[in-house]
């Protein structure tokens, strides 16, 4: 008699004793559930996993998953990540956290992230909002958007995430949306298994204090998934081209994956700490010239 076999790991055993308290109906929660699906597919156990964010409702999240966690400072999760990656590099690294702490306060780590090349796995949450401070303006808020720090309409042009890390010559690049919660969680599973940085923007809608147009209802009627367009993801000018219409169409979707990914900044720190420890040199030493005093 054949006997079943079942996968190591279920999404709810990546769930914590922690009980979210997102308001009801807050987009991170289908984040969460995608994230909780995408471990399991990957099936590393919790204590092989760190998840780190900065500061936000969304950067609440690995409070919320069972794994090694750390919700540290507003605009920081990229460069903690990417020690602990350096120190650690056999740990599964996940970094999490807003629009607003990944593209104002933080938005200067993104570049040298993506040059350096960790692998690692970055999602944001962007409602397009403060969420946590109350429904300030953020980056990523379309022009014309009144909130409380712009009662008359925003006046700037938004930053756009996915033409951002395009430009820096990001490998992997994806946008999601928990109104389609499996495609995301697929995304986020390819985006895990890729060796090297990974972006995946989430168009996570706050419900409190986000505008109508990144809703729930309003991102059903007009999501376009960019398999349903014929895209390329090996194509890395056609996914700037479709990265153009951020803002104004929800594309959902690898938008590129280089078929060819390079070598990580872990490995090949890995490949010279071996190579010196071959000659004979104390580890205290090798270690030693990795970091700058
Ligand atoms: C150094 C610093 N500056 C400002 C803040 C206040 N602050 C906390 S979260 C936040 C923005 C949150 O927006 P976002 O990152 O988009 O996350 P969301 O709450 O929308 O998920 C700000 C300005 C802070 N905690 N630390
Ligand atoms: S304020 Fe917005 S982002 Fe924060 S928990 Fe509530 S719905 Fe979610
Ligand atoms: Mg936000």
């Known amino acids: 008699m054949s006997k079943e076999v079942l996968p190591a790991y279920q999404p709810k055993d990546f769930r914590s004793d922690l009980k979210p308290i997102w308001c009801p109906g807050c987009g991170d929660f289908g984040v969460l559930q995608a994230i909780y699906r995408a471990l399991a597919a990957v099936g ?3 204590h092989e996993i760190a998840f780190v964010s900065g500061i936000g409702c969304s950067s609440r999240i690995p409070g919320y998953t069972n794994a090694y ?7 920081r999760a990229l460069p903690i990540a990417q020690g602990i990656k350096l120190a650690r590099p ?11 702490d990944g593209f104002s306060i933080g938005g200067g780590h993104v570049p040298h992230a993506i040059r350096r090349n960790l692998d690692l796995t970055y999602i944001v ?4 909002i403060y969420g946590l401070t109350k429904g300030q303006l953020s980056p990523t808020s379309p022009r014309g958007l009144k909130t409380p720090t712009s009662e008359y309409g925003s006046l700037e042009e938004p930053v756009n995430p996915l033409l951002y890390v395009l430009a820096y010559g990001a490998n992997f690049v994806a946008q999601g949306t928990p109104v389609d919660m499996p495609g995301l969680a697929a995304m986020v599973e390819e985006a895990i298994r890729y060796p090297g940085f990974s972006f995946v923007n989430v168009r996570s809608p706050c419900v409190t204090f986000g505008d109508e147009d990144s809703q729930v209802k309003h991102q059903r009627a007009v999501m376009k998934p960019l398999t349903s367009l014929g895209h390329d993801p090996c194509d890395r000018l056609a996914a700037m081209s ?6 104004t169409e929800l594309h959902t979707g690898i938008l590129y994956r280089n078929p060819t990914p390079p070598p ?4 090949l720190a890995t490949e010279r700490q071996k190579a010196l420890a071959g000659k004979g040199l104390p580890r205290e030493r090798i270690l030693d010239m990795f970091i700058q005093r």
């Open 90 to 100: 056999e740990l599964l690294v996940l970094v999490a956290g807003g629009d607003g």
């Open 125 to 128: 949450m962007d409602n397009q």
């Open 242 to 247: 479709l990265a153009q219409h951020y803002g």
């Open 69 to 75: 966690g750390f919700n540290s400072v507003h605009g």
């Open 44 to 46: 590393r156990p919790p």
């Open 264 to 267: 990580t900044l872990d490995a």
